[in-house]
């Protein structure tokens, strides 16, 4: 019995003593049959296989089933409220099942086992205390055998067992034989459990590793939320996933999944963890398709809560500690997201009144001095000079030095205002070299810049946050995937403002998704435009590349 000493070492000291008790009864019931043995060692050691549990409770009903050649089997598990959360099965067609309305929830005998988990042999359902029936259209059901699982001291649901096909009686041997197989099957469970957290534990880090870095390559805080939503309701199954931030009492969309949101309010439970709400507590803007429960989970910076990640369910969602540390952790990445924006755009305006305080500079250096020398020229031509030709000469050189200050004047107050429309996110040439000189300042490359047509003067202020998207989206791809040796960034403004971002790199593989890309699709429909990508990979002989197009109509 080798493999049997191995069940008892893969178990808790409390399961391998639970294991022990089973066979010691299994051999009082005089059940040394080699067979038996052998079929219930090969029982066991089946339902041991595998790390995935929904295939591990399908294969413990069916092996269960088998081994005490019962006609009906099923699994329920038992849910946070105290019902059945899940239900596996086996015996019923899928002809029969379709005509018998819900699955158990946890009634009648089967709640019995909820209630008192130990091991329950029945001879007659219908007659016991507890039966509450069954429903219409279900095959008729009589003897009965039912046992816990336990898992780590806690039940995690129950094996029934119903019509024993070689005789008229679920018997003794049978009760020990199912509770042995329900030890191995808390054994399996608990290691399919053990998977299933790593695995998510896992696909959570990879959230958090992947998203966290977007705000240092310079992708767009918009879109960094956004996918950081769609990733979160593609993990905790979601309806729909926000992030929400609060300044002076206006609360801001700053990520969402599915269609955008118009939200001018939000007053969030006082709590530090995650809150499970009604919908209805929430504006209704933000419940969709179906959603009954929100989930708040707050975000915090230094001086508290600031905002908050709001995920709708259509059911009750029951978090555990791995999806919990999840949650905070996404949180945590958004805060210092948001956090990083800010001082960012801290930084610009500090790089804008810089340069002001410069422009102010060689205003007083140049131009007044310049001015206040004209002055002193004129003064003294009206001090009376005789001359005529010197007289016309010194108005000639006072003409001279006005046109000369006139021009300064004008490199100063367009230079203020571009640092001023830069201040406010709607100039195109000055904020494209900006973030070119951002994006690549680590890079082994630098991208060339080119401007066709008056870019400073025909772009409106509202594609101003779209044309951030596509530079900082599109150089980040090439700069960090494309291996190219040579970068070509072209702006283009006639009746079409046109951004072009072109490479020599290796091309993007057909097998490669970038949700960004689907991003400034997005963005270039919403402005009427188009956006397309040309790619072609890098052969032995061909030179590859990718030229990412976003173009939207400047005269409509």
């Given at each position: 019995?080798?493999?049997?000493?191995?069940?008892?070492?893969?178990?808790?000291?409390?399961?391998?003593?639970?294991?022990?008790?089973?066979?010691?009864?299994?051999?009082?019931?005089?059940?040394?049959?080699?067979?038996?043995?052998?079929?219930?060692?090969?029982?066991?050691?089946?339902?041991?296989?595998?790390?995935?549990?929904?295939?591990?409770?399908?294969?413990?009903?069916?092996?269960?089933?088998?081994?005490?050649?019962?006609?009906?089997?099923?699994?329920?598990?038992?849910?946070?409220?105290?019902?059945?959360?899940?239900?596996?099965?086996?015996?019923?067609?899928?002809?029969?099942?379709?005509?018998?309305?819900?699955?158990?929830?946890?009634?009648?005998?089967?709640?019995?086992?909820?209630?008192?988990?130990?091991?329950?042999?029945?001879?007659?359902?219908?007659?016991?205390?507890?039966?509450?029936?069954?429903?219409?259209?279900?095959?008729?059901?009589?003897?009965?055998?039912?046992?816990?699982?336990?898992?780590?001291?806690?039940?995690?649901?129950?094996?029934?067992?119903?019509?024993?096909?070689?005789?008229?009686?679920?018997?003794?041997?049978?009760?020990?034989?199912?509770?042995?197989?329900?030890?191995?099957?808390?054994?399996?469970?608990?290691?399919?459990?053990?998977?299933?957290?790593?695995?998510?534990?896992?696909?959570?880090?990879?959230?958090?590793?992947?998203?966290?870095?977007?705000?240092?390559?310079?992708?767009?805080?918009?879109?960094?939320?956004?996918?950081?939503?769609?990733?979160?309701?593609?993990?905790?199954?979601?309806?729909?996933?926000?992030?929400?931030?609060?300044?002076?009492?206006?609360?801001?969309?700053?990520?969402?999944?599915?269609?955008?949101?118009?939200?001018?309010?939000?007053?969030?439970?006082?709590?530090?963890?995650?809150?499970?709400?009604?919908?209805?507590?929430?504006?209704?803007?933000?419940?969709?398709?179906?959603?009954?429960?929100?989930?708040?989970?707050?975000?915090?910076?230094?001086?508290?809560?600031?905002?908050?990640?709001?995920?709708?369910?259509?059911?009750?969602?029951?978090?555990?500690?791995?999806?919990?540390?999840?949650?905070?952790?996404?949180?945590?990445?958004?805060?210092?997201?948001?956090?990083?924006?800010?001082?960012?755009?801290?930084?610009?305006?500090?790089?804008?009144?810089?340069?002001?305080?410069?422009?102010?500079?060689?205003?007083?250096?140049?131009?007044?001095?310049?001015?206040?020398?004209?002055?002193?020229?004129?003064?003294?031509?009206?001090?009376?000079?005789?001359?005529?030709?010197?007289?016309?000469?010194?108005?000639?050189?006072?003409?001279?030095?006005?046109?000369?200050?006139?021009?300064?004047?004008?490199?100063?107050?367009?230079?203020?205002?571009?640092?001023?429309?830069?201040?406010?996110?709607?100039?195109?040439?000055?904020?494209?070299?900006?973030?070119?000189?951002?994006?690549?300042?680590?890079?082994?490359?630098?991208?060339?810049?080119?401007?066709?047509?008056?870019?400073?003067?025909?772009?409106?202020?509202?594609?101003?946050?779209?044309?951030?998207?596509?530079?900082?989206?599109?150089?980040?791809?090439?700069?960090?995937?494309?291996?190219?040796?040579?970068?070509?960034?072209?702006?283009?403004?006639?009746?079409?403002?046109?951004?072009?971002?072109?490479?020599?790199?290796?091309?993007?593989?057909?097998?490669?998704?970038?949700r960004g890309l689907e991003n400034l699709t997005r963005r270039a429909e919403d402005c009427d435009g188009t956006f397309s990508v040309m790619t072609r990979p890098r052969g032995n002989r061909d030179e590859g590349g990718t030229t990412l197009t976003w173009s939207v109509p400047l005269i409509g």
């Open positions: 019995m080798d493999d049997a000493d191995k069940l008892l070492d893969a178990g808790s000291p409390m399961t391998a003593q639970r294991l022990r008790e089973t066979l010691d009864a299994l051999a009082t019931h005089g059940a040394d049959d080699p067979e038996l043995l052998r079929q219930l060692l090969e029982a066991v050691l089946v339902v041991g296989q595998g790390v995935e549990l929904d295939r591990a409770l399908q294969r413990i009903v069916e092996v269960a089933a088998g081994l005490v050649d019962a006609q009906y089997g099923a699994l329920g598990v038992r849910g946070p409220d105290g019902g059945l959360s899940e239900f596996v099965h086996i015996g019923i067609t899928e002809a029969q099942r379709a005509t018998m309305g819900h699955l158990p929830v946890g009634r009648g005998v089967l709640g019995l086992l909820i209630d008192d988990p130990r091991l329950h042999r029945i001879h007659d359902l219908g007659s016991h205390p507890t039966s509450v029936g069954f429903p219409p259209n279900h095959p008729p059901m009589r003897t009965f055998l039912g046992a816990p699982i336990l898992v780590r001291g806690e039940v995690f649901g129950s094996i029934y067992l119903t019509e024993k096909r070689s005789a008229d009686d679920f018997s003794e041997v049978d009760e020990t034989v199912v509770a042995v197989l329900a030890v191995a099957a808390g054994i399996a469970i608990d290691n399919a459990g053990l998977f299933e957290r790593a695995r998510t534990r896992h696909r959570w880090m990879q959230v958090l590793a992947r998203r966290g870095s977007e705000p240092l390559a310079g992708i767009a805080l918009s879109d960094t939320m956004s996918r950081m939503c769609v990733d979160v309701a593609d993990l905790v199954d979601a309806v729909d996933v926000f992030l929400l931030t609060e300044l002076d009492g206006e609360v801001e969309l700053r990520g969402h999944t599915g269609e955008r949101i118009e939200i001018d309010s939000f007053t969030a439970p006082h709590a530090n963890a995650p809150t499970v709400l009604r919908a209805g507590t929430i504006p209704p803007s933000l419940v969709r398709r179906g959603a009954r429960w929100t989930t708040v989970q707050p975000l915090q910076r230094a001086s508290g809560a600031f905002g908050w990640m709001l995920i709708t369910h259509r059911n009750r969602p029951y978090w555990d500690d791995e999806e919990i540390a999840g949650l905070a952790g996404v949180a945590e990445i958004a805060s210092l997201a948001v956090v990083y924006a800010e001082q960012q755009q801290i930084a610009r305006d500090l790089e804008v009144l810089e340069d002001r305080h410069r422009i102010a500079r060689d205003l007083h250096d140049h131009v007044i001095q310049r001015l206040f020398a004209v002055g002193m020229s004129v003064q003294t031509l009206l001090a009376g000079s005789t001359d005529p030709a010197a007289a016309t000469a010194r108005l000639e050189q006072i003409m001279t030095d006005l046109d000369r200050t006139i021009a300064q004047i004008r490199t100063s107050i367009f230079d203020l205002q571009t640092v001023t429309a830069d201040a406010d996110g709607s100039t195109l040439r000055r904020r494209v070299l900006d973030i070119v000189s951002e994006l690549s300042g680590h890079a082994s490359i630098s991208p060339s810049v080119q401007f066709d047509g008056p870019v400073d003067t025909v772009v409106p202020d509202t594609l101003g946050p779209h044309i951030d998207a596509v530079l900082r989206e599109g150089l980040s791809n090439a700069l960090r995937h494309a291996q190219a040796e040579h970068i070509a960034v072209a702006v283009r403004a006639d009746d079409v403002l046109t951004v072009e971002i072109t490479d020599d790199g290796v091309g993007i593989g057909t097998d490669v998704t970038y």
